[in-house]
C-alpha cells in the first residue's frame, strides 16, 4: 500500500528528505517505523516519538490503509 511520510528535525536529516511517498506492507506505525529504521538508520526509539496518522494523534499499533498520512514526531528542545 502506499503511504505519505513526513519527517521533522533529526528524523529529517538522517532519512534525507522532509517527506515521501513509500510502498510498504506495514500493517501499523509500528512495523512502518521498523521498517524505516532499517532503511535510514534513525536512532531514536518508539518510546521517544509520538506518531500522527491523517493529522490525529494515534497508537502505535493502529491498522494502517493505502493512503494514510503519517508523521513521526520526534521531542522538541525548548528554550
Known amino acids: 500500500m502506499q503511504l505519505k511520510i513526513q ?3 533529526l528524523m529529517r536529516e538522517q532519512a534525507g528528505r522532509s517527506e515521501e511517498s513509500l510502498e510498504t506492507s506495514a500493517a501499523t506505525p509500528a512495523d512502518l517505523y521498523d521498517e524505516l ?3 535510514y538508520g534513525f536512532t531514536l526509539t518508539r518510546e521517544q516519538l509520538k ?5 490525529e494523534f494515534s497508537d502505535w499499533s493502529r491498522r494502517l490503509t493505502a493512503g494514510d498520512a503519517v508523521v513521526f514526531i520526534p521531542p522538541v528542545a525548548g528554550g
Open 37 to 39: 529504521i532499517r532503511r
Open 51 to 55: 506518531v500522527a496518522v491523517n493529522s
Open 7 to 9: 519527517y521533522y528535525a
